[in-house]
């Protein structure tokens, strides 16, 4: 079946960075877009950026030239490298395939 495990999160202050991983099994992987979604309190999930299976990406407005997402189709895994991270930033970020989706895990930036 298919799963998608995201590790990596956590706490940094403002203007720090983290790389978030996505760990996938049960599909093939090198055939499918990927993307990252985030939540922050309150709000709704909104997407931050995806990456096709030729590797063309494309980013929120408000994160693009900070956040880079890659694959790597032989480890069958995701990453998203955030740098620069702004308070606004915190959230639940979550990995997605078609209509699957992680479990999230808990990025906060704060001074």
């Known amino acids: 079946q298919v799963q998608l495990v995201e590790s990596g999160g956590g706490f940094v202050q403002p203007g720090g960075s983290l790389r978030l991983s996505c760990a996938t099994s049960g599909f093939t992987f090198d055939t499918r877009t990927m993307s990252w979604y985030r939540q922050a309190p309150g709000k709704t999930r909104e997407w931050v950026s995806i990456?096709?299976?030729?590797?063309?990406?494309n980013y929120l407005d408000s994160v693009e030239g900070r956040f880079t997402i890659s694959r790597d189709n032989v480890k069958s895994m995701l990453y998203l490298q955030m740098n620069n991270l702004k308070p606004e930033d915190t959230a639940v970020y979550y990995c997605r395939m078609m209509n699957f989706w992680g479990q999230g895990t808990q990025v906060t930036v704060s001074a």
């Open positions: 990456i096709f299976p030729d590797g063309a990406t």
